[in-house]
């Protein structure tokens, strides 16, 4: 039965399934609601005609949605058995996506609990931003960080950011390996702490400062590849750079800020950066390494992030030049809707 559930996508619109309705004086789905299938139910659903059935058509829906839910699970481990062929394991992999995307479309008319890890898991890539964004987003992120420089977790700071996002061209559909995947550009406003403390002799102690930070960032990945058995992840990895300014309190002046490096990313809030440069008028070259990755996923789709950035002096600079300093966070990572209706709730 689970099988026969695996359809490819039931994107019907709620005009598409009026203009059904004008055709028809009656419901199509007022005596077989229950046999069905999804893409009948979810136009009915959507059908002015069906107000007086619509209770019967959501629980139809809910018990598809389970199956579906169990097909996949069935699919997983199809894909995990050593002795699926790879030709299946690819029709399973397909079904599984199929699945997966009906599951989704399902679950956006009729709300049910038991598969939202399913549907949305934890950790997304960019084919699932892409789905719900069209390749470009914006986040607002509250949060707070612990920076280390003269010990470990000397201060903790409040850490509020936006970040704005935008893919250009397009890119081909399940293709792995080297080659041009776009050009993918975000930049960001950042309120958090200082991330070089500039020191005057061995002794001096590096100094944590409130700091604002406007950085744009240019990444071109190179590298696609897939990183999950069911294909249901991919990441990309290649070459970014990063420009912005920073002002700390104690600034006279707005320094430059300047890094290049290599991204390997699932999407724009899940990353790992190798980065190399420097901040004009604070310090000489420096190393950063940064990550980023969820940790919590509420049910409305948003997260918490847990973040780490380590920035420390390269190898043949001058160890006069700057303390090495450590900064660990956690951030709610949101759309400024969810941010204001929590502060209404909570007013």
């Keep these: 039965m689970c099988l ?13 399934a009026s203009n059904e309705a004008a055709d028809s004086p009656h419901c199509r789905c007022a005596v077989n609601a229950l046999k069905d299938g999804v893409n009948e139910l979810l136009g009915c659903f959507y059908d002015p005609r069906c107000g007086e059935v619509k209770s019967q058509i959501a629980v139809a829906l809910r018990a598809h949605g389970y199956g579906l839910g169990e097909a996949m699970r069935g ?3 199809l894909l995990a058995s050593p002795e699926v062929g790879a030709d299946q394991k ?6 599984w996506q199929q699945s997966r995307a009906s599951l989704k479309a399902l679950k956006k008319a009729i ?4 598969y939202e890890e399913q549907v949305d898991p934890l950790v997304v890539d960019f084919d699932d ?3 719900n964004f069209h390749r470009y987003y914006y986040r607002f992120s509250i949060g707070f960080e612990y920076i280390s420089i003269n010990s470990l977790f000397q201060t903790g700071v409040p850490r509020i950011g936006f970040l704005v996002y935008r893919r250009y061209s397009e890119v081909p559909e399940m293709h792995e390996g080297f080659g041009f995947y776009g050009v993918h550009f975000s930049g960001g406003l950042l309120m958090t702490s200082s991330a070089e403390a500039q020191i005057n002799d061995k002794t001096a102690k590096g100094n944590v400062e409130n700091t604002l930070e406007v950085t744009a960032e240019v990444f071109v990945p190179v590298l696609h590849s897939i990183i999950s058995l069911d294909r249901s992840s991919t990441d990309y990895m290649g070459f970014m750079a990063a420009y912005g300014a920073k002002k700390t309190d104690t600034d006279a002046q707005i320094s430059s800020r300047g890094y290049f490096g290599i991204r390997n990313i699932l999407n724009p809030e899940t990353y790992v950066d190798i980065l190399l440069g420097r901040t004009v008028s604070v310090s000489k070259q420096r190393l950063e390494i940064r990550g980023q990755l969820p940790v919590y996923k509420f049910v409305h789709g948003s997260r918490i992030y ?3 950035i380590m920035n420390t002096r390269v190898p043949w600079s001058s160890p006069e ?11 709610w990572n949101v759309e400024l809707d969810r941010i204001l209706g929590l502060f209404s709730t909570a007013m």
Excluded: K, N, W
Excluded at 4 to 16: D, E, H, K, N, S
Excluded at 90 to 95: F, I, N, P, S, V
Excluded at 321 to 331: G, H, K, M
């Design 111 to 114: 709300p049910f609990r038991g």
């Design 75 to 77: 699919y997983a481990i």
């Design 90 to 95: 690819e029709e399973y992999r397909l079904a």
């Design 321 to 331: 030049d700057s303390r090495d300093v450590l900064r660990f966070y956690l951030t």
């Design 4 to 16: 026969a559930l695996v359809m490819p996508g039931y994107a019907q619109t709620p005009a598409a």
């Design 129 to 131: 931003y892409e789905a």
């Design 306 to 308: 847990l973040g780490g």
